[in-house]
C-alpha cells in the first residue's frame, strides 16, 4: 500500500486496507484449516483443531466474520473494490474447497494475489490498464512461489492422495521449475534495468 499511494497512506485508508487484507486472510486460513482437519489428525496432529485448541465450529465462525469484515469494508472503498476483493476471497475459498486437491492448484493462487495488487492500486486511485502487463509476469512468480510453500508438504499430501501441482510434479521437478522460474524473473528484471 504505501508503494501504491507513494508514501503512506492517511491512517483511516491504512486501518481499512490492513482489515479487508487480514479479515481475507483469516477466512480462507481458518476454512483450510476446517477442510484439511482430517488429513491434519493424521500427517499435523498439533494444528490448533486436531489438537482441540480450536473446534470446527469455531474456525467456521472464523470464515464467516473474516468473508463478512473483508468485504464489508471493501465496499467502503467502493463498488469495484468490493467485486476487486471478492474476487480475490473466492478464489482462495475456491482453492480450499476444491482445487488446493487438483493439478489447477496455482490458479487462485495467482488470481488472488494478482487480485491483491489490483486492489491496492485501485484503492490508491493509482490503477490504470498498464497493470495488466504485469500480470503475466505475476503469474509466473506466483506459480513458482506457489510450488515453493507446497514443497515441504508434498510427501505427506502425496500419501494422502492428494493431486495438486507440486504432488505430481514431485519435489525434485516442483524445485527445478520454481528455480528456474525465479532464475529467469531475476534475469529478466535485470535486464529491464539495463534498458531503462
Request: charged share 10%.
Amino acid at each position: 500500500m504505501i508503494v501504491a499511494h507513494r508514501g503512506v497512506p492517511a491512517i483511516g485508508v491504512l486501518l481499512r486496507g490492513l482489515t479487508v487484507i487480514g479479515a481475507s486472510q483469516v477466512a480462507v486460513g481458518a476454512l483450510n484449516d476446517f477442510i484439511d482437519r482430517a488429513d491434519d489428525a493424521i500427517a499435523q496432529p498439533d494444528k490448533p483443531i486436531p489438537s482441540g485448541t480450536v473446534s470446527g465450529h469455531v474456525a467456521l465462525e472464523l470464515v464467516a466474520v473474516g468473508a463478512v469484515l473483508c468485504c464489508g469494508v471493501a465496499l467502503t472503498f467502493g463498488l469495484a473494490s468490493l467485486a476487486i476483493a471478492a474476487v480475490g476471497l473466492g478464489s482462495g475459498i475456491a482453492y480450499d474447497l476444491r482445487l488446493k486437491r487438483t493439478p489447477f492448484s496455482p490458479v487462485p493462487y495467482m488470481v488472488s494475489f494478482l487480485s491483491l495488487l489490483t486492489w491496492i492500486w485501485l484503492v490508491a486511485g493509482m490503477l490504470t490498464w498498464k497493470i495488466v502487463l504485469v500480470y503475466p509476469f505475476g503469474a509466473f512468480l506466483l506459480l513458482a512461489a506457489h510450488l515453493a510453500n507446497a514443497l515441504p508438504d508434498v510427501n505427506t499430501d502425496a500419501a494422502l492422495r492428494q493431486r495438486g501441482l507440486a504432488v505430481i510434479l514431485g519435489p525434485r521437478r516442483a524445485l527445478m521449475v520454481a528455480l528456474v522460474i525465479c532464475g529467469s524473473g531475476a534475469i529478466c528484471a535485470f535486464a529491464f534495468c539495463l534498458v531503462e
